[in-house]
């Protein structure tokens, strides 16, 4: 979306849906600038927009990190962070991160009814899309460690409450009486040898 185009109000924003880290060039302007000044309520189609609070990329720079701002509500800066940029001569190309919701990248003036499009294969050299299978490679590890951790501490669990029972028990056993205590016939009986042998002596 471009600050040339404003939504009439919170109900009629149109939100971007872009998939985060990976190059993207938009083609609603000549070069594909962020605006880097606050925009106003609604500009950009969206009540939360993002801008360049920074210098725009210089060929010279060639990839480089820009700050930019969330705006929200009456505030312009309401939330800072930093994107990877780069400037291919004839146009500019921005490393989308995450955002939050309904939060639009906010571009200049169009030259055209605006549109984004990926840029898979930028035209600047040395643009490869190294960092998105990297970003993925460690979220999956992490999720795996995750899930690893996870089942440690069920099995971990388990055996502390076998051990537990297994302790339960055995004190139960203990703190039975004996045998012959418990069970009359085995009281008698030996009340009756004891008497025997008395008899005999």
Not at 71 to 94: E, G, L
Not at 132 to 159: E, Q
């Amino acid at each position: 979306m471009t600050v040339a185009y404003t939504a009439s109000d919170r109900n009629n924003v149109t939100c971007q849906t872009l998939a985060p880290f990976r190059w993207y060039r938009y083609t609603g302007t000549d070069e594909g600038y962020l605006t880097n000044a606050c925009p106003e309520d609604f500009q950009c189609g969206s009540y939360s927009q993002i801008w360049l609070n920074d210098s725009l990329p210089d060929v010279n720079e060639g990839e480089t990190l820009k700050s930019v701002c969330i705006r929200k509500k009456n505030s312009c800066c309401a939330a800072k962070t930093t994107i990877r940029a780069k400037n291919c001569t004839d146009f500019v190309i921005y490393f989308i991160i995450p955002v939050p919701d309904c939060a639009n990248y906010c571009y200049e003036a169009p030259k055209e009814d605006p549109a984004l499009s990926s840029n898979k294969d930028p035209i600047c050299d040395g643009d490869v899309e190294s960092f998105p299978a990297l970003v993925w490679i460690i979220i999956i590890s992490l999720g795996l460690l995750l899930l690893l951790m996870g089942l440690l501490v069920f099995v971990r669990g388990r055996l502390k409450r076998k051990n537990r029972l297994q302790t339960e028990e055995g004190n139960e056993i203990k703190n039975l009486p004996p045998l012959y205590d418990r069970d009359p016939q085995i009281k008698r009986t030996r009340f009756n040898r004891n008497m025997l042998n008395n008899t005999r002596i």
